[in-house]
Each structure stands twice: as structure tokens, then as C-alpha cells.
């Protein structure tokens, strides 16, 4: 199956810092959306790109679908301790048949210190 | 307005015991998905479905079946539970495909 390569794994960080990831893969991809995840809950959607080169911003959060179509960076501005997750990159493609399907990076762990 | 809704949060099964992971959308969503997510790692999907009466195999589907016979319920079927099945599942649906998906909660399961 495609891989998804997303750095850095986990982060800690001072609150008010600036976070940056990114992910990465071997794969042309139509759309790529980030996902944050807090403990026991399911993924929630925080950007989607569908355009490469789009830069897309939502409050303190900016993300951008590359030129290539193979990758994509993340970054949150001014981190606060509830900025706390699991961030998932997912790139998505066309399978046929009216289909399109998600594939996820392994997630960046984000730790804020107040 | 509920969303993805799946039962139950948690479970315990022995090895060789069925269960069925309930999901369901109020949405009226065509698109939905069933993925396990192991520690330390992205989501994977099991199955998915584009509309009522259709399912078909996601990128690990061994050991698991579904069926879609209406628009708002997408069941997952654990026939023989193995160890290797231990893992959090997810629930999810889209409205159009592409984009961003809606996820349940999740179904922490255990198989001892």
C-alpha cells in the first residue's frame, strides 16, 4: 500500500512556540488533510487542501499541499497547552469506482509545557 | 446532532469469540469506513462502503466482514477473534468521498 512518511514523530514544546511537521510520500495524492486527535476520542479535521500549492489557514493553524502533490506541512502559531494530540496527515486518491481513499501518516505527538 | 455514533467504547473478548462493532451516521452520508488504529501508528482500513448494498476491502480486511444494508448502519464483524485483532476501531463517514471524513469515537477492543 502507499506510505506516508511524517516527521517529526513526537515534539515538545514551550507554550507560545511556533510547531512545525510535515509529511511526505512516494505518492501523488488529489487532496491532503490534516487530523488532530485527543486521548480516547476519534480524529477531527482541522485543514484540507485540494489544490497543489494551496495554502490553507484555519485560526492559528496554516497548511499547504505542495507542488510536488507528495507532501505537506502543518504549523501551528503561538501553541497553547490545549494544542496537546496526535496530528495526522492524510493524503487521499482516487481507487475507482466513485471511490477515494484516505492514507494516514503515523501521527506527530504534540506536548506543550506551560 | 449526533454524528458518528459506535458502540460499545469498550470490550473484552477471548480468543475465538464473535462480536459485531456497531456504527452508525444520522448524516445521510453514502461514504463509510471502518479503520483500526494499533499504538504508534496511522490509521489502516479495514472496509469501506460508497453506498447501501455495496462493501468492499480496505488494506486489511483478514478476519473482519460488513454489511451495508441501510444508509445509516455499517456494522464490523469479528467472526474468530485473535490477539493480533487487539486494537482501537474507528468509524467513520463522508458525504461526497473526497475530503474530509467524520469519525466516531472509537471501540477499544481487547482479545485475551
Known amino acids: 500500500g502507499q506510505q506516508l512518511n511524517q516527521s517529526p514523530q513526537s515534539m515538545f514544546i514551550q507554550e507560545g512556540e511556533d510547531v512545525s511537521m510535515n509529511c511526505t510520500s512516494s505518492s501523488i495524492f488529489n487532496t491532503w488533510l490534516w487530523y488532530k486527535q485527543d486521548p480516547g476520542e476519534g480524529p477531527v479535521l482541522l485543514i484540507a487542501l485540494y489544490k497543489a500549492g494551496e495554502l490553507t489557514s484555519n485560526g492559528r493553524l496554516t497548511a499547504q499541499f505542495g507542488i510536488t502533490r507528495k507532501d505537506s506541512f502543518l504549523n501551528i502559531s503561538a501553541s497553547i497547552p490545549s494544542d496537546v494530540g496526535i496530528y495526522f496527515c492524510?493524503?487521499?486518491?482516487?481507487?475507482?469506482?466513485?471511490?477515494?481513499?484516505?492514507?494516514f501518516g503515523k501521527g506527530t505527538k504534540l506536548s506543550v509545557i506551560p | 446532532n449526533a454524528g458518528v455514533t459506535q458502540t460499545p467504547k469498550f470490550r473484552i473478548l477471548k480468543i475465538g469469540q464473535s462480536m459485531t462493532l456497531q456504527c452508525t451516521q444520522d448524516?445521510?452520508?453514502?461514504?463509510m469506513y471502518w479503520y483500526r488504529q494499533d499504538p504508534g501508528m496511522g490509521l489502516k482500513l479495514i472496509y469501506y462502503s460508497v453506498g447501501a448494498g455495496i462493501t468492499d476491502k480496505g488494506e486489511v480486511p483478514n478476519g473482519y466482514n460488513v454489511s451495508r444494508s441501510t444508509t445509516e448502519d455499517f456494522p464490523l464483524r469479528l467472526e474468530l477473534a485473535a490477539p493480533s485483532q487487539t486494537s482501537v476501531y474507528f468509524c467513520?463517514?463522508?458525504?461526497?468521498?473526497?475530503?474530509?471524513?467524520?469519525f466516531g469515537s472509537g471501540t477499544r477492543l481487547t482479545v485475551v
Open positions: 448524516m445521510n452520508h453514502n461514504y
Open positions: 467513520a463517514s463522508s458525504s461526497r468521498g473526497q475530503g474530509g471524513y467524520t
Open positions: 492524510a493524503g487521499q486518491g482516487y481507487s475507482g469506482a466513485g471511490s477515494y481513499q484516505l492514507t
